[in-house]
């Protein structure tokens, strides 16, 4: 089966679990609160789970290799969309919170679960080299732009649990190490929770959101198209016109997994940092909310374009 087909089959198996949070919502099954837990399990509990569980495998030369190229490709593309909207900025000017939508997206709780339903879990060890890129800018760029702060905060950085796991699991690759069996199978388990938990998440998102408020924003529709077909339409080209894919056999496929991520939603972290410091969450969560509903026609789009190439 075509993977673009594949790929448009898991998203609507997504959208039908995005549904069961929806309609608990709307139904008063679950509150806001109620969402806000269940988005903490997921950010501090599951992710950190499957990006470690992705490091028990037996590297290889080619996984190392793979997974460089996997990392160097993560850095071009996050130093371009910096620089891209930087450029887009200064002829058309945006708040804090539209360039960051426009920069980051959500490459964890959407494209983990994704990648290893469609592509095998193995592969979810390529998306963690986009997330680590990502978190460090994330984490720095991200956070001062929208904070305003100039200030690094080494705790916020180095201890979240998603780079604990990932310091973890390249500290294993490295030493050959693996988890005992039993805690392997746990962190496995714990995993296997990510697709129904961050769907129901986002279901609960949506549920509680002013569709009318949604809908009628046209700069909303702006920024989402930008974050979901000009910014993956252009590093779909960056690939191709620098011919990253050709360094070593089977590297496109490889790095498809990293144009995924490139390709995704608007990062939930955008909507967390407004909401802290108070810089337009309502647009943030708008955004959000509107590019994870339209990615069910892009995302798929964007994976014909790039076989294309």
């Known amino acids: 089966m075509n993977l673009a087909v594949l790929l448009a089959r898991q998203i609507v198996v997504m959208f039908i679990l995005i549904s069961f949070g929806f309609v608990a919502a709307k139904c008063g ?7 806000k837990g269940l988005s903490k399990m997921a950010l501090y509990v599951i992710i950190p789970c499957v990006l470690l569980n992705s490091f028990q495998i037996e590297f290889t030369e080619d996984t190392y290799r793979g997974l460089f190229l996997a990392f160097a490709a993560s850095l071009l593309i996050n130093v371009f969309y910096v620089a891209l909207t930087w450029l887009l900025n200064k002829k058309f000017p945006m708040s804090v919170v ?17 990648v290893g339903a469609v592509l095998g879990e193995e592969m979810i060890l390529y998306c963690s ?20 702060e100039r200030k690094l905060s080494f705790r916020t950085f180095f201890l979240n649990s998603s780079m604990i796991a990932i310091l973890a699991g390249i500290f294993m690759a490295v ?4 988890l005992p069996p039993v ?5 496995g388990s714990a995993g296997k929770a990510i697709a129904p ?3 129901f998440v986002t279901g609960i998102i949506i549920g509680g ?3 009318s408020e949604i809908f009628r924003s046209g700069r909303v529709y702006v920024i989402c198209l930008g974050r979901l077909i000009l910014y993956p339409a252009l590093v779909a080209a960056l690939f191709w016109a620098s011919g990253i894919w050709s360094g070593m056999p089977g590297s496109k496929e490889l790095l498809l997994i990293v144009f995924l991520a490139s ?7 955008i909507v967390q940092f407004a909401q802290v410091y108070e810089k337009d969450e309502v647009s943030a969560g708008m955004i959000n909310v509107l590019s994870t509903l339209l990615c069910i026609l892009t995302m798929p789009l964007g994976v014909l374009l790039y076989q294309a190439l």
Request: aromatic share 10%; with cysteine.
């Open 263 to 269: 390709a995704a939603p608007s990062a939930s972290n």
């Open 98 to 114: 539209e360039r960051a939508s426009l920069i980051y997206p959500n490459a964890g709780n959407l494209i983990i679960p994704m």
């Open 175 to 178: 030493t050959g190490l693996k």
């Open 129 to 148: 080299a986009f997330m680590v890129v990502q978190n460090v800018f994330i984490w720095t760029h991200g956070k001062f732009l929208i904070s305003g």
């Open 197 to 199: 938990v961050c769907m």
């Open 29 to 35: 099954i679950v509150s806001k609160e109620d969402g």
């Open 183 to 187: 805690l392997q199978e746990a962190v």
């Open 209 to 211: 959101a002013r569709f």
